[in-house]
């Protein structure tokens, strides 16, 4: 299996393994268009490595700066972007959808 078909748990692991911190963020409902389906993931250590997908690009750079702060306090976020969210414009998300992503520490 080549390191691009590993699975976000197998990534998980193998990071884990060689002793990086990690967070992981799962898409727990959308609403309207959204880029990923629920149950999509994105995987993210402590350099802002990061594996997977949660919003197809447009959000991404934001939750891998907030995967940030999740690791070095251990304490999970629930994040919210639409459009009728500031945030989500300036982060690209004009799809029209709703995307909801709890981000944990992995330990």
């Known amino acids: 299996m080549a390191a691009a078909d590993k699975t976000i748990h197998e990534h998980a692991l193998a990071w884990h393994a060689e ?3 990690l967070a992981i963020a799962t898409v727990i409902e959308t609403w309207g268009s959204a880029p990923q389906p629920v149950g999509s ?6 350099k802002g490595n990061f ?3 949660v919003s197809g690009g447009c ?6 700066a907030r995967a ?3 690791i070095a306090t251990g ?10 969210n500031e945030a989500a414009w300036q982060v690209g998300l004009a799809c ?3 995307i909801r992503i709890y ?5």
């Open 19 to 21: 002793g990086r911190r």
């Open 41 to 46: 993931q994105l995987l993210i250590d402590e």
């Open 51 to 53: 594996e997977g997908s």
């Open 59 to 64: 959000v991404e750079g934001e939750v891998i």
């Open 68 to 70: 940030a702060d999740v």
């Open 75 to 84: 304490k999970p976020q629930l994040l919210t972007f639409g459009v009728e």
């Open 96 to 98: 029209g959808g709703t």
């Open 103 to 107: 981000l944990e520490p992995l330990r």
